[in-house]
């Protein structure tokens, strides 16, 4: 069974640049799976951030595309999330995600971590 | 504002049935059979309940059963039990460009 552990700053400042990294334990990131950020703001539903492949192939939410960017480090069996130039409504509780095999919906997920924008 | 609509609450007893209805467009849930259902316990990750529309991962009581007509699937909870009681998002892929979305959570009460 996959398991997936979030970490990363809880804090950080806006303009600044939010980083996180993903754990992934039970299985392989190289296996043929896609791999996925989704965050939940205070009060909100879930939104899409991105996902990457462990060849380095990316997709992104459109209204996120330019200020984000993911990574893989087969090395250390990880992926990780950036995101530039914050505000307070990057505020949220970020989830790392596998992608089914299928392609066709999420299977596993992180515990996530909360990520506070301010000052 | 979430790309799929879902009612914001429901509500019933113990041993009734409740449906979520999860709306999107053609270019979603209309389109393509990849709906899930994920339910949210109060300070817990996501777990999936349904996925493609209507298949149940193992684990899951087959009183959480999954639908869809056009552009809106539903999430039926039959024999409501008070450990139902939690937020439960519908999930679509969305094509090459948008990929996935979300409905905006529907908080499930069990009276």
């Known amino acids: 069974q996959v398991q997936l552990q979030e970490s990363g700053p809880g804090l950080v400042k806006p303009s600044g640049t939010l980083s996180l990294t993903c754990a992934v334990s039970?299985?392989?990131?190289?296996?043929?799976?896609?791999w996925s950020w989704v965050r939940q703001s205070p009060g909100k539903g879930l939104e899409w951030i991105g996902e990457?492949?462990?060849?380095?192939?990316?997709n992104y939410n459109p209204s996120l595309r330019s200020r984000v960017t993911t990574s893989v480090d087969k090395s250390k069996n990880q992926f990780s999330l950036k995101l530039t130039s914050v505000t307070a409504a990057d505020t949220a509780l970020y989830y790392c995600?596998?992608?089914?095999?299928?392609?066709?919906?999420?299977?596993?997920w992180g515990q996530g971590v909360l990520v506070t924008v301010s000052s | 504002q979430s790309a799929l609509t879902q009612p914001r609450s429901v509500s019933g007893s113990p041993g009734q049935s409740v449906t979520i209805s999860c709306t999107g467009t053609?270019?979603?849930?209309?389109?393509?059979?990849?709906v899930s259902w994920h339910q949210q316990l109060p300070g817990a990750a996501p777990k999936v309940m349904i996925y493609?529309?209507?298949e149940r991962p193992s684990g899951v009581p087959d009183r959480f059963s999954g639908s869809k007509s056009g552009n809106t699937a539903s999430l039926t909870i039959s024999g409501l039990q008070a450990e139902d009681e939690a937020d439960y998002y519908c999930?679509?892929?969305?094509?090459?460009?948008?990929?996935?979305?979300f409905g905006g959570g529907t908080k499930l009460t069990v009276l």
């Open positions: 493609d529309v209507s």
């Open positions: 053609s270019d979603d849930v209309g389109g393509y059979n990849y």
């Open positions: 990457i492949y462990h060849s380095g192939t990316t």
């Open positions: 995600a596998k992608v089914s095999e299928t392609y066709s919906y999420f299977d596993f």
């Open positions: 039970g299985g392989s990131i190289s296996s043929r799976n896609w």
């Open positions: 999930c679509s892929y969305a094509g090459q460009y948008s990929r996935w979305v």
